[in-house]
């Protein structure tokens, strides 16, 4: 592992889970409505078009992307397989 030292939020672009409830990310949000009855509502996907160019603008956006999405990537394998 490498000793490099990242802002406190790099690889938060994304919310950390997917539950019930509003959850949020740096730049991403994800609100899922409880079901009413036998419907279940589609969840809200909102992103911060003004956090995203802030974050574009942070020379360790690459990476930070990067770790964002390995996150997610490790997140839908482990809920997919266990």
Not at 59 to 73: D, I, L, R
Request: proline share 6%; net charge positive; with cysteine.
């Amino acid at each position: 592992m490498s000793d490099a030292k990242h802002k406190d939020c790099h690889g938060a672009m994304f919310p950390e889970s997917i539950g019930l409830g509003r959850q949020s990310g740096k730049v991403f949000s994800v609100n899922i409505k409880p079901p009413a009855g036998m419907t279940r509502t589609r969840p809200q996907i909102e992103s911060n078009a003004q956090q995203w160019d802030e974050c574009r603008r942070c020379p360790e956006f690459n990476s930070c992307y990067q770790m964002s999405m390995a996150k997610v990537a490790l997140e839908n394998w482990v809920a997919s397989n266990f």
